[in-house]
């Protein structure tokens, strides 16, 4: 059996310091000896594994055949974003965990054929689909454009929906847009996967946040039928502890915000800074947090370290981004956390932490880390990423009457359809299950555009 | 894009804008704000809703040049359209009937306390104005603020017009007068501010600012605006932008400000040497 194959990526001497790709994609003839690997399961397993049922070995058996063209369109039956999936999603734990090949040997690369379908079909001329919102279809609102809206908004047009998404930044995507760096996730591709969905008949309002400039309610007395929310969990968390208002020190989301979607990075030809020192250093050990270190040291961090409560096991990160850390230089103090943050004239000097070690077993089943009396000691650094999770933002729930929310703040909605306590108002994504993943809000965007097109023709 | 249909000079280095905004103008409340991106390339930076008027669809601005992004946003015109417009923002002045109440404005600060003058005299308030500036030039929305108050006094730094001396100069004399004094409203630089709220904490008189730290999003997400409010950390743009002066920790507030001093000089020499060629 063939060995799996590697993702082509940029030398990191040069990546360090670059905002461009990471990696390259495979090329035709690596994409086809890949795709050959597939044993076409009948039960097809990996299929179960992935949260909006690609038929993948149907896919990987055009890729090998040489028609990408024909592999990415079969996946957009499924997944209106397979240019995006293909690179952020946690293959790993999902279709790639369930593929047989890993039992003796190394799963599929199924990841990387999807984003070579997909990067094909793009590169290739391609007439827009037909506009399927019907110009007497229900009206839709769509509050959110991220990926659990944008994949509800798709659906719900394809279905015959006229569709609005209101978004409360200027640009749509969410996380994609906002969060995910440019050396990770292209923002053309986003732009282009955007355009997709709007070609369906999309209709995407920008800077109108919902909540402030239409209440809920109002929405329907606009003659929407029926609302989706996918606002995310847009609100930063902070640690609690003492200097964490110190100049230098940063929310993650601001962090990434100010280099993504401000572009900061070609400040001043942009016109919004970011103020990074010689050392960074990132709290936390999710996705957020390896972006957030790997930004730093494009801007220019000497040093950027990464500090974590619990072991190496426990990081939530996808694998290929923690290798991408490491390879680029990241360190990582793990079993490692912060309880102050030091500063000399207002400005960040570093972080004080205490050594944690592996205690018995919590709720999650996961040892719970425990602080190592006396040992304290300082991370020295400019600047400090808190990268600890986020929270769902009150500006659209707050003030709505009978929206059932859990007592963290999230929505309330049925697993099956995204129902939620009010009629006709569904939700899905990170508002219902906080932070998770970019597929996971596909799946739940995708789940309610059905429920909705049931619920409108009855 | 919203339209810039009516543009004015207020002062030098101060605009005044009216801009097409319907949607934006049937929502917005005294003490709102919105957030304003100029151009493909600029920044997103706030500014408050000095007037809305729900049947002509617009909103006024009033701008202060103190840096690159409010240069360029002062070199408008009307007929110029300014890329992209959110709001409002914030949370809404909480006014009620209550009384006799103290508008104090300084500097281009006089912008933003005018809505709230004006929505004070509309519930009934007995509304004093407390306006200045640096020089008689600087001055703005003087005969605005006199039809919004019972009684207005304006001082100027240096004597140039009005009474001699600061804003708190002319907030001690009222407070010594006035008995019953409701709120206090403030709105200016910071140190204004902090010196209005040290003025009226020996009285416990109910003392309202507004915070402008700096903001990115402006909805929450970011935290960059975050400020210190009786000892807890709140996000200005969606807790605030008003919050009781007497529980701000303004020594922060000042600090992070200052956090892209160096950064400010750099985009301003930038644009000097006309690196920045935003409208070829
Ligand atoms: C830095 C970072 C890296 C990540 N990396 C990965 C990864 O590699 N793989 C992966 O699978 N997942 C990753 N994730 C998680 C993933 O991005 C999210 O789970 C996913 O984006 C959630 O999608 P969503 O549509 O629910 O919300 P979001 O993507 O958060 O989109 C919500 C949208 O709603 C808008 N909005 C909010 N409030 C309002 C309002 N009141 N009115 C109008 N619009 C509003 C927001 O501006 C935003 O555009 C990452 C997250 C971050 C932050
Ligand atoms: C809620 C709110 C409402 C506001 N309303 C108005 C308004 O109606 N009219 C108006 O002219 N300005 C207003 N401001 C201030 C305005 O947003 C800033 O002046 C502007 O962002 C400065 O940008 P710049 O690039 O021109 O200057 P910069 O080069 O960024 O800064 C120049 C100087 O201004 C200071 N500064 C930077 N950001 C701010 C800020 N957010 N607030 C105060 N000082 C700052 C800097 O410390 C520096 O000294 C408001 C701010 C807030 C938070
Ligand atoms: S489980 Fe693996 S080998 Fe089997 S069909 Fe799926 S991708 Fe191919
Ligand atoms: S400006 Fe980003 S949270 Fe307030």
Redesign the interface.
Same mark, same amino acid.
């Given at each position: 059996m063939p060995e799996r194959v590697s993702m082509p990526k940029q030398p990191v001497e040069a990546r360090r310091r670059n905002f461009d790709e990471v990696a390259q994609g495979l090329t035709a003839a690596q994409a086809a000896a890949e795709a050959r690997r597939c044993l076409q399961c009948k039960n097809r397993p990996c299929t179960t594994g992935c949260p909006v049922e690609v038929d993948i070995p149907g896919f990987v058996r055009l890729v090998a055949a040489g028609d990408p063209i024909a592999a990415a369109r079969l996946i957009k039956e499924k997944n209106a974003l397979p240019a995006i999936c293909g690179r952020v999603c946690p293959q790993e734990t999902q279709c790639e965990a369930a593929c047989v090949l890993g039992k003796k040997g190394k799963p599929l690369a199924i990841g990387y054929l999807e984003r070579y379908a997909a990067d094909c079909e793009r590169a290739a001329t391609r007439e827009g689909p037909a506009v399927s919102a019907r110009p007497d279809g229900p009206q839709v609102a769509v509050i959110g454009s991220g990926p659990a809206g944008l994949t509800c908004a798709a659906d719900l047009a394809r279905g015959g929906c006229r569709v609005t998404i209101f978004e409360?930044?200027?640009a749509p995507g969410g996380v994609l847009r906002y969060g995910i760096p440019e050396f990770r996730l292209p923002k053309a591709i986003v732009d282009e996967e955007i355009r997709y969905v709007e070609s369906l008949g999309v209709e995407i309002k920008?800077?109108?946040?919902i909540g402030?400039?239409y209440s809920l309610p109002e929405l329907f007395s606009l003659g929407y039928e029926a609302v989706f929310i996918g606002t995310g969990a847009?609100?930063?968390h902070?640690l609690g502890i003492p200097g =964490?208002?110190l100049?230098?020190v940063?929310?993650a989301? =601001?962090f990434l @915000?100010?280099t993504n979607l401000?572009?900061a990075y070609l400040?001043? =030809?942009?016109? @919004?800074?970011i103020?990074v020192g010689r050392r960074g250093a990132v709290v936390g050990a999710g996705n957020v947090a390896m972006d957030a270190a790997r930004t730093a040291l494009r801007l220019g961090a000497e040093e950027v370290t990464i500090v974590y409560r619990r072991s190496r096991a426990e990081m939530p990160a996808r694998a290929e981004e923690i290798e991408n850390a490491e390879e680029e230089g990241v360190r990582f103090r793990l079993l490692t956390n912060p309880v102050r943050v030091l500063g000399e004239d207002?400005w960040v000097t570093g972080l004080e932490c205490l050594r944690m070690e592996l205690g018995a077993p919590d709720a999650s089943g996961r040892r719970r880390p425990v602080p190592v009396p006396g040992s304290e000691f300082v991370v020295p650094a400019e600047t400090v990423v808190v990268a600890i999770g986020q929270g769902p933002?009150?500006?659209l729930t707050r003030g709505v009457q009978g929206l059932a929310l859990n007592d963290r703040g999230y929505i309330i909605a049925d697993a099956e359809t995204g129902a939620t306590s009010l009629p006709r108002v569904y939700a899905g994504g990170d508002i219902v299950t906080g932070s998770a993943t970019v597929i996971a809000a596909m799946g739940a965007g995708k789940k309610a555009a059905r429920a909705i097109l049931r619920e409108l023709k009855r | 894009m919203p339209l810039i249909v009516e543009q004015r000079i207020l002062a030098p280095r101060v605009s005044w804008l009216r801009v097409a905004a319907p949607e934006v103008a049937a929502k917005a409340e005294p003490g709102q704000f919105v957030m304003v991106r100029l151009d493909e390339k600029a920044e997103r930076i706030p500014l408050t809703i000095v007037e809305a008027d729900r049947e002509e669809g617009t909103i006024v601005l009033v701008i202060q040049e103190v840096g690159r992004s409010t240069a360029d946003l002062v070199r408008l015109r009307a007929g110029d359209t300014i890329r992209d417009l959110l709001g409002p923002l914030g949370r809404p002045t909480e006014i009620e009937r209550v009384g006799t109440v103290v508008c104090v404005g300084g500097g281009i600060g006089v912008a933003p306390i005018l809505p709230q003058a004006r929505r004070h005299r509309e519930v009934g308030n007995r509304v004093l104005g407390i306006i200045g500036a640096q020089t008689k030039e600087l001055l703005i929305l003087e005969e605005e603020m006199r039809a919004g108050c019972e009684r207005l006094l304006v001082t100027t730094d240096d004597g140039s017009y009005g009474r001699k001396g600061l804003v708190t100069d002319a907030l001690a004399e009222l407070l010594a007068e006035e008995q019953a004094i409701a709120s206090v409203t403030a709105i200016g630089p910071v140190p204004m501010m902090q010196a209005v709220a040290e003025l009226t904490r020996p009285y416990g008189i109910k003392t309202i600012v507004s915070l402008n730290p700096i903001m990115v999003d402006g909805s929450g997400m970011c935290g960059s605006c975050r400020v210190t409010v009786a000892g807890a950390t709140k996000f200005a743009c969606v807790d605030g932008p008003e919050f009781d002066g007497h529980a701000v920790d303004f020594v922060e507030l000042r600090r992070r400000q200052s956090f892209y001093r160096e950064e400010e000089r750099r985009a301003v020499a930038a644009a000097g040497e006309g690196c920045r060629c935003r409208n070829a």
């Amino acid at each position: 059996m063939p060995e799996r194959v590697s993702m082509p990526k940029q030398p990191v001497e040069a990546r360090r310091r670059n905002f461009d790709e990471v990696a390259q994609g495979l090329t035709a003839a690596q994409a086809a000896a890949e795709a050959r690997r597939c044993l076409q399961c009948k039960n097809r397993p990996c299929t179960t594994g992935c949260p909006v049922e690609v038929d993948i070995p149907g896919f990987v058996r055009l890729v090998a055949a040489g028609d990408p063209i024909a592999a990415a369109r079969l996946i957009k039956e499924k997944n209106a974003l397979p240019a995006i999936c293909g690179r952020v999603c946690p293959q790993e734990t999902q279709c790639e965990a369930a593929c047989v090949l890993g039992k003796k040997g190394k799963p599929l690369a199924i990841g990387y054929l999807e984003r070579y379908a997909a990067d094909c079909e793009r590169a290739a001329t391609r007439e827009g689909p037909a506009v399927s919102a019907r110009p007497d279809g229900p009206q839709v609102a769509v509050i959110g454009s991220g990926p659990a809206g944008l994949t509800c908004a798709a659906d719900l047009a394809r279905g015959g929906c006229r569709v609005t998404i209101f978004e409360i930044l200027h640009a749509p995507g969410g996380v994609l847009r906002y969060g995910i760096p440019e050396f990770r996730l292209p923002k053309a591709i986003v732009d282009e996967e955007i355009r997709y969905v709007e070609s369906l008949g999309v209709e995407i309002k920008l800077n109108a946040g919902i909540g402030q400039l239409y209440s809920l309610p109002e929405l329907f007395s606009l003659g929407y039928e029926a609302v989706f929310i996918g606002t995310g969990a847009g609100l930063p968390h902070f640690l609690g502890i003492p200097g =964490e208002n110190l100049n230098g020190v940063y929310s993650a989301n =601001e962090f990434l @915000t100010r280099t993504n979607l401000m572009k900061a990075y070609l400040f001043p =030809e942009y016109g @919004t800074p970011i103020k990074v020192g010689r050392r960074g250093a990132v709290v936390g050990a999710g996705n957020v947090a390896m972006d957030a270190a790997r930004t730093a040291l494009r801007l220019g961090a000497e040093e950027v370290t990464i500090v974590y409560r619990r072991s190496r096991a426990e990081m939530p990160a996808r694998a290929e981004e923690i290798e991408n850390a490491e390879e680029e230089g990241v360190r990582f103090r793990l079993l490692t956390n912060p309880v102050r943050v030091l500063g000399e004239d207002g400005w960040v000097t570093g972080l004080e932490c205490l050594r944690m070690e592996l205690g018995a077993p919590d709720a999650s089943g996961r040892r719970r880390p425990v602080p190592v009396p006396g040992s304290e000691f300082v991370v020295p650094a400019e600047t400090v990423v808190v990268a600890i999770g986020q929270g769902p933002n009150p500006v659209l729930t707050r003030g709505v009457q009978g929206l059932a929310l859990n007592d963290r703040g999230y929505i309330i909605a049925d697993a099956e359809t995204g129902a939620t306590s009010l009629p006709r108002v569904y939700a899905g994504g990170d508002i219902v299950t906080g932070s998770a993943t970019v597929i996971a809000a596909m799946g739940a965007g995708k789940k309610a555009a059905r429920a909705i097109l049931r619920e409108l023709k009855r | 894009m919203p339209l810039i249909v009516e543009q004015r000079i207020l002062a030098p280095r101060v605009s005044w804008l009216r801009v097409a905004a319907p949607e934006v103008a049937a929502k917005a409340e005294p003490g709102q704000f919105v957030m304003v991106r100029l151009d493909e390339k600029a920044e997103r930076i706030p500014l408050t809703i000095v007037e809305a008027d729900r049947e002509e669809g617009t909103i006024v601005l009033v701008i202060q040049e103190v840096g690159r992004s409010t240069a360029d946003l002062v070199r408008l015109r009307a007929g110029d359209t300014i890329r992209d417009l959110l709001g409002p923002l914030g949370r809404p002045t909480e006014i009620e009937r209550v009384g006799t109440v103290v508008c104090v404005g300084g500097g281009i600060g006089v912008a933003p306390i005018l809505p709230q003058a004006r929505r004070h005299r509309e519930v009934g308030n007995r509304v004093l104005g407390i306006i200045g500036a640096q020089t008689k030039e600087l001055l703005i929305l003087e005969e605005e603020m006199r039809a919004g108050c019972e009684r207005l006094l304006v001082t100027t730094d240096d004597g140039s017009y009005g009474r001699k001396g600061l804003v708190t100069d002319a907030l001690a004399e009222l407070l010594a007068e006035e008995q019953a004094i409701a709120s206090v409203t403030a709105i200016g630089p910071v140190p204004m501010m902090q010196a209005v709220a040290e003025l009226t904490r020996p009285y416990g008189i109910k003392t309202i600012v507004s915070l402008n730290p700096i903001m990115v999003d402006g909805s929450g997400m970011c935290g960059s605006c975050r400020v210190t409010v009786a000892g807890a950390t709140k996000f200005a743009c969606v807790d605030g932008p008003e919050f009781d002066g007497h529980a701000v920790d303004f020594v922060e507030l000042r600090r992070r400000q200052s956090f892209y001093r160096e950064e400010e000089r750099r985009a301003v020499a930038a644009a000097g040497e006309g690196c920045r060629c935003r409208n070829a």
